[in-house]
């Protein structure tokens, strides 16, 4: 299919993933954020620009993620949001969860976001209210209507597990009907409140889905939902022995900040305190040894080191021992323009 590309590492971009604070109005089943290691503190505005400028002229292109918790509970967002645009980011994007607190879309212009993403876990109230929470599909849905309307580009975060799946496919005239110009498939990680158990999927105790299952239904419902013109990316996840596995840890330039200073390269590690980097009086800093930075190298034949240590389950071995295939960087993504 000629549209559809594997989206490779990018290495003359700063990508930054600012988690601003860590509170959020909703208790999400699968949340990854992990107090317990990132702290409930709400970062002040002034920080928050000194830390935007520590990366700002890092490359030739620096976009940034506004996360939370709920990145909109962020009292000063829209400050910061403009800051980012002044001191030349080529992108800025707010994550939400559809709620809008602070009427951020009154203070801040269509043009200064590249897009507002939602998340929404089931094409039904019944699926995403179960683990988002109560209420959440109206406020999401409202959320992205109400952006719409106000000239903002929006884009959706639909994370997979085997409580959801069966409903992708009823995403895709979801997705039409309320003009949303970007879908991104995520695929639930075992992190966060999600590691601690209890989440309640359909087909078995494991919340990730089999891999037979996930490319039954993730590539031909990403290439049915990209055919009604709106751009769809998705993790690669599996590998096959002929493809090459690359760690972006290494070989790109991306940084996932929490509001206690921590810095991290890769998402995987962020529930273990192994953060390659930190701010230290608003100066990035690294830290000492050991962290995830040394993890990076480690060659296995089953590909990503840090899931082989904390999800193996989704991992599969040969008679000999030998993996059946390898686990990609979480970080690696196919993606199918809009057709
Ligand atoms: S909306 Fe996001 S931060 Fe809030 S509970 Fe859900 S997953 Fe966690
Ligand atoms: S997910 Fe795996 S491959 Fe990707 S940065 Fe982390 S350790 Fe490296």
């Known amino acids: 299919m000629k549209d559809m590309k594997t989206v490779s590492f990018s290495k003359n971009a700063t990508n930054i993933f600012f988690h601003i604070l860590t509170n959020c109005n909703l208790c999400c089943r699968h949340c990854y954020i992990n107090k317990e290691q990132h702290g409930e503190n709400t970062l002040p505005i002034e920080i928050i620009k000194a830390w935007l400028d520590a990366f700002a002229g890092k490359s030739r292109e620096a976009n940034v993620i506004f996360l939370g918790g709920e990145t909109t509970l ?55 209210d179960m683990l988002r929470g109560k209420g959440s599909y109206e406020r999401c849905l409202s959320g992205i209507k109400e952006a719409v309307s106000k ?23 979801l997705l039409c009907d309320f003009k949303v110009s970007r879908f991104f498939i995520q695929v639930i990680g075992i992190r966060g409140r999600t590691i601690k158990g209890g989440f309640p999927g359909k087909d078995s105790e494991n919340p990730q889905v089999s891999r037979l299952k996930w490319l039954d239904v993730i590539p031909a419902t990403a290439e049915k939902i990209a055919r009604r013109g709106i751009t769809v990316t998705y993790p690669k996840v599996f590998l096959s022995p002929e493809e090459q596995f690359e760690c972006a840890g ?62 193996p389950g989704n991992l599969s071995y040969k008679k000999d021992g030998t993996p059946e295939y390898k686990i990609a960087c979480c970080l690696l993504k196919e993606e199918i323009s809009g057709i």
């Open 74 to 128: 962020h009292p000063d967002l829209s400050l910061a949001v403009k800051h980012a645009k002044k001191t030349g980011y080529k992108s800025v994007t707010i994550d939400t969860n559809g709620y809008l607190f602070n009427r951020i879309l009154s203070k801040i212009e269509p043009g200064d976001v590249e897009y507002i993403s939602f998340s929404l876990d089931g094409a039904t109230r019944e699926t995403n």
């Open 250 to 311: 290494l070989v790109a330039d991306n940084y996932f900040i929490f509001p206690n200073g921590r810095v991290y390269r890769c998402p995987l590690c962020e529930d273990y305190p192994i953060h390659g980097m930190k701010f230290d009086e608003n100066r990035l800093v690294k830290t000492g040894k050991i962290n995830e930075i040394d993890l990076f190298g480690l060659s296995i034949p089953e590909g990503c080191v840090m899931n082989r240590l904390i999800q």
């Open 151 to 173: 000239g903002f580009n929006t884009s959706l975060i639909y994370t997979v597990s085997s409580a959801n799946i069966d409903e992708l496919d009823m995403m895709e005239s």
